[in-house]
């Protein structure tokens, strides 16, 4: 029988990377929920092709543009946030893909998980926030969170057939940016177009600047910490610019595996779709004589502070990453909108941990008033910013 899919962000870079997958395999899978924001156009586009059940639009202002345009068909529409905790609760569905950007993605995951889905993970920060409750959550309902994140796809893959506690630690491989070997002096003048730049990765904007000023990457440590139940000590990071290394294991004999392949997110994303089964693609196949060489280097936690502060949110734990992430979120929209500096985003995330109360054991609704509380003390640091007009 074909998995019936539901797609959440499916007009994002991975939801329609993830479409491109569902092309290639059209006797596999079958789209059964599709959801976007604000991107009308893509969605009825998409609700055309796929001919899902269901199309779920979160902003509401473009509900009735979704409505009349789909109006002819049998498709359903729904519009709002609960809408989206609704539709992957359905029987018809299988797999639900977590695609949404943002702490906006964390109640949808939890309400597939709740209804028992097996559910594919790329929205990261649904784990930052609150990887300990939806970890359990899966736990406690059988289910295996599928990553979908290239880096945890990576270890999830060199993880199969090894036992968790044969784990010494693993190391995560970051690209370094468009600012790699780039000090102050130089990041205190960068604007949001040379930022989302990537030399690698085409992606969101929201996770190209994270790759920029290796937020990406922190936010990836505590990813990985619930992911596969780590400790924070378990967890390094190396710069790896070719990215060609997605990440690697090291076991307790000194063993280290490491999976590779071209930069390349339909890779990731077919593994999670696809599994348990490897499925064949016609996507460009890595070449060794277009590489050189593979270099690897250490991070410069003190020049990428977001990198230094992601990883002592992780440490502190509780409500910590949760403030993280929020004021995080504030800063790159307003990076993004030129209402911020470069540096001034770690700044003002750094402020945000020391200003907001600390929870040490936060259950859903600490994180909820944690995050309101970050993004309306952030947007009060924002506009004090000199570039806020
Ligand atoms: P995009 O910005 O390209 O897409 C985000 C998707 O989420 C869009 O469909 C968007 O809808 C939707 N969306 C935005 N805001 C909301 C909201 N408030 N409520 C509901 N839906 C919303 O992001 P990416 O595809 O790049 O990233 C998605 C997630 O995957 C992120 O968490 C990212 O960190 C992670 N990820 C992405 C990778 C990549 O290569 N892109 C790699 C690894 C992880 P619309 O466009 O219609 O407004
Ligand atoms: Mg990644």
Redesign the pocket.
């Known amino acids: 029988m074909k998995k019936r899919l539901a797609i959440?962000?499916?007009?994002?870079?991975?939801?329609t990377q993830a479409l491109e997958v569902v092309d290639q395999h059209p006797g596999l899978f079958t789209v059964e929920i599709l959801?976007?924001?604000?991107?009308d156009a893509?969605?009825i586009e998409q609700a055309a092709k796929y001919k899902p059940n269901a199309v779920v639009v979160?902003?509401e202002t473009k509900y009735d543009t979704v409505k009349s345009a789909l109006a002819n068909s049998d498709i359903k529409v729904f519009c709002g946030?609960q809408s989206?905790c609704e539709v992957v609760q359905w029987d018809s569905v299988d797999l639900v893909l977590a695609?949404?950007?943002?702490f906006?993605?964390l109640h949808s995951t939890v309400a597939a998980l709740q209804a028992g889905k097996q559910v594919a993970i790329?929205?990261?920060?649904t784990l930052v926030v609150a990887g300990e409750i939806v970890m359990k959550l899966a736990q406690e309902k059988n289910i295996l969170p599928l990553p979908?994140?290239?880096e945890h796809s990576a270890l999830f893959q060199c993880l199969v057939g090894e036992r968790a506690d044969a784990i010494e630690k693993i190391i995560l491989t970051a690209s370094g940016g468009p600012f790699l070997g780039k000090k102050t002096n130089f990041l205190v003048n960068v604007k949001k177009d040379h930022a989302l730049q990537h030399p690698n990765?085409?992606?969101?904007?929201?996770?190209t600047i994270?790759s920029a000023t290796l937020m990406?990457k922190g936010l990836e440590m505590i990813e990985a910490k619930w992911l596969f139940g780590l400790q924070n000590e378990q967890i390094d990071v190396v710069i790896h610019p070719q990215s060609i290394i997605h990440s690697l294991v090291q076991f307790r004999d000194g063993s280290l595996k490491a999976q590779m392949g071209l930069p390349d997110?339909k890779l990731p994303i077919q593994y999670a779709l696809g599994y348990p089964q490897r499925l064949s693609n016609d996507f460009k196949r890595f070449d060794f004589r277009e590489y050189g060489s593979f270099t690897f280097e250490a991070p410069d936690y003190k020049t990428f502070r977001n990198l230094a502060l992601a990883k002592d949110a992780m440490y502190k734990g509780g409500n910590a990453p949760c403030v993280l992430n929020a004021a995080n979120e504030v800063v790159v929209n307003a990076f993004l909108q030129n209402k911020v500096g470069f540096l001034e985003m770690n700044d003002i995330i750094e402020s945000a941990l020391q200003k907001i109360s600390f929870i040490e054991a936060p259950v859903m609704a600490d994180l909820e008033q944690t995050d309101a509380e970050t993004r309306k003390f952030t947007e009060s640091l924002v506009k004090k910013s000199q570039l806020y007009s």
């Open positions: 959440l962000g499916s007009t994002g870079s991975v939801g959801s976007a924001h604000s991107n893509l969605l979160t902003d946030a989206l695609a949404i950007v943002g906006a993605g790329a929205n990261k920060e979908v994140d290239s990765w085409a992606m969101g904007a929201k996770i994270d990406n997110m």
